[in-house]
């Protein structure tokens, strides 16, 4: 069925809320030349982040990704140069909005060797310098399937380390570009070998036109690699360009979702249609943690 068929129903209507808050944190990052997901991926959430919650999740390493996944809306081409000065403009607006958790995430630098593990690692060293009680997010591509490239950003000791496998099994190939899902598990896998103290954390989208059964051995696939956390939220089709939404999942659904996830071992699930895998990441540490 395609999306033209679907008519969008009303648990997926978003409350826009542009207050002081909002517009204050949008001229922030445009004065210090920062990128976040929130704008790039059109993410539903961002006016409750941002107005609301204060919060954001930064995409360094620029605004052009080397993938063209086919969910996405990130712009896909040639990246620019490195920018070293960028950790210590992140580190900054961290400090200026005075957040207890970040997120940061980057898009996927296939040309670079370590795949913008260095910058990343140096984001996490300046966020700590700056803000030593905020807890620190990273969300980052597979860094081309690289031991040593995960090596560098774990050694800068994130609090969390969030990789997203994004779809079942049997889609990823037609909804991912150049990551598999074989390769996100074993990144998965070994980022808890290296340390077993640093919780690790996946996200799928659904109505891509997987089905129940698939999205719960995906659930056993992340928990035999020792993932902890898991998000749960429904794909939108960004553009026309884009994969089509094959449903819409309802709340019960998500909620049934949930419960399922957590019966088999999870910490923590965050699963709703609007959910995206940094949203209220802040009650996802404090969960994790009140787990433990």
Request: proline residues 4%; hydrophobic residues 35%.
């Amino acid at each position: 069925m395609s999306i033209s068929n679907l008519r969008k129903p009303e648990w997926l209507k978003i409350k826009l809320n542009t207050n002081e808050q909002y517009t204050g944190l949008k001229k922030m990052m445009r004065e210090k030349k920062l990128h976040t997901v929130c704008e790039e991926a059109r993410c539903p959430n961002i006016h409750e982040c941002w107005a609301v919650r204060k919060t954001a999740t930064f995409m360094i390493l620029g605004s052009i990704c080397t993938r063209a996944c086919r969910f996405c809306a990130v712009q896909t081409g040639l990246p620019s140069e490195l920018d070293w000065e960028e950790p210590e403009r992140v580190a900054e607006s961290v400090e200026q909005m005075g957040l207890k958790h970040v997120v940061i995430t980057a898009v996927a630098r296939d040309d670079l060797k370590d795949g913008g593990a260095e910058v990343f690692a140096e984001t996490v060293k300046a966020v700590r310098r700056k803000n030593p009680f905020c807890s620190i997010e990273v969300l980052p591509s597979d860094l081309n399937g690289e031991y040593d490239n995960l090596k560098t950003l774990m050694d800068a000791g994130p609090d969390i380390l969030n990789h997203n496998i994004e779809t079942v099994k049997r889609l990823s190939p037609k909804v991912r570009a150049r990551a598999t899902y074989e390769r996100s598990l074993e990144f998965l896998k070994r980022a808890k070998q290296m340390n077993s103290t640093i919780p690790t954390k996946s996200s799928i989208m659904i109505g891509l036109g997987e089905i129940k059964e698939e999205i719960m051995e995906t659930m056993d696939d992340l928990r035999a690699n020792d993932v902890d956390i898991m998000t749960i939220g429904q794909y939108l089709q960004p553009t026309k360009r884009h994969l089509k939404v094959e449903k819409y999942w309802s709340p019960e659904e998500f909620e049934e979702l949930k419960n399922i996830a957590m019966l088999k071992g999870f910490s923590h699930c965050e699963a709703g249609p609007l959910v995206r895998s940094s949203y209220h990441a802040d009650e996802q540490v404090r969960a994790t943690k009140a787990n433990a």
